[in-house]
């Protein structure tokens, strides 16, 4: 069964970075298409970034470009979002989702994701 499993969060000051991890023991997660999620508090999630099968690169949102990026290392069977530039504003609970087919495609699992907290 596919099981999602986040790593690599913290706390980190403002320009600092991060790179969040999603691996799977069991499923290979090239066959998906793998997206980053935040949840920030009271607020409703929003997507961030995603992967393709192809390994095409798909932003959810703008406020990332430049200074996310994504990339998969399927000997790992790993994604790995790297976070630069962080502000607080991306202070979130950051979830990785595996998509059937596409960026745009239905979520077949959730991981259960890691706390970014940017802060001075």
């Known amino acids: 069964q596919l099981q999602l499993v986040e790593s690599g969060g913290g706390l980190v000051q403002p320009g600092g970075s991060l790179r969040l991890s999603c691996a799977d023991s069991?499923?290979?997660?090239?066959?998906?298409?793998i997206g980053w999620f935040r949840q920030a508090p009271g607020k409703e999630r929003e997507g961030v970034l995603c992967?393709?099968?192809?390994?095409?690169?798909?932003y959810y949102t703008d406020s990332v470009k430049g200074r996310f990026t994504i990339s998969r290392d399927n000997a790992k069977n790993t994604v790995y979002l790297q976070m630069n530039g962080l502000k607080p504003e991306d202070t979130a609970v950051y979830y990785c989702a595996a998509r059937d087919k596409s960026c745009s495609g239905y979520v077949r699992r959730w991981g259960q994701g890691t706390q970014v907290t940017v802060s001075s």
């Open positions: 069991g499923f290979t997660l090239d066959y998906y298409a």
């Open positions: 992967i393709s099968k192809g390994d095409d690169a798909t």
